[in-house]
């Protein structure tokens, strides 16, 4: 092999992407979101025929650190996207979008007036727990400390903890299990 050919080899490899492992992070729009029409009230009784606790929605827009912050570090973890698969159906929605969805209740509009009107979502991200019925029961507003603190927001919903007390007083109660502070 010529030198300029173990050059442009070595060059290739070090360029070419490296391969994720089955522990580390997973592409969340792959991983952890589900595909959708935007028509939630058919997700909505697709959750039900599979058994889930109830539809995750994580309202977003393109400009927002956080947001990105979410995916990059906490969406994209292979236990938080297990979790959810297994508990909600997940889907993103764009604050600023044009794209045309249905609500819960079959009425249709932009997914701006989803966000805005109907969820009064104006600081992103905006991360809503929805029950089998469409009923909003927990939302939070900016991003979590990490995964652990995610998951635990989750399993609160999940278990059904939210009927009988706050996040916040859970979450204090369990602030043992939190390594990711």
Not at 50 to 78: A, R, S
Not at 172 to 177: L, N, P, S, Y
Request: aromatic residues 14%; hydrophobic residues 40%; contains cysteine.
């Amino acid at each position: 092999m010529s030198r300029f050919s173990v050059l442009f080899l070595a060059a290739a490899l070090l360029a070419a992407p490296l391969a994720v492992s089955a522990d580390g992070p997973r592409d969340p729009y792959r991983h952890f979101f589900d595909e959708t029409w935007h028509d939630f009230q058919e997700e909505l009784e697709k959750a039900r025929e599979e058994n889930k606790k109830g539809v995750f929605i994580f309202f977003e827009m393109d400009e927002c650190p956080f947001c990105h912050y979410m995916k990059d570090h906490v969406l994209n973890q292979p236990a938080v996207q297990e979790y959810f698969k297994d508990h909600f159906l997940a889907f993103s929605v764009d604050i600023e979008g044009g794209v045309e969805v249905v609500d819960f209740e079959g009425n249709t509009m932009t997914e701006r007036d989803f966000a805005f009107r109907e969820h009064r979502v104006r600081a992103t991200p905006v991360m809503a727990f929805f029950d089998l019925d469409g009923e909003m029961v927990h939302r939070h507003t900016g991003r979590t400390a990490g995964p652990d603190e995610f998951l635990l927001m989750a399993q609160f919903v999940a278990d059904g903890i939210y009927k009988d007390m706050r996040f916040t007083r859970y979450r204090r109660e369990q602030e043992g299990q939190l390594i990711d502070r």
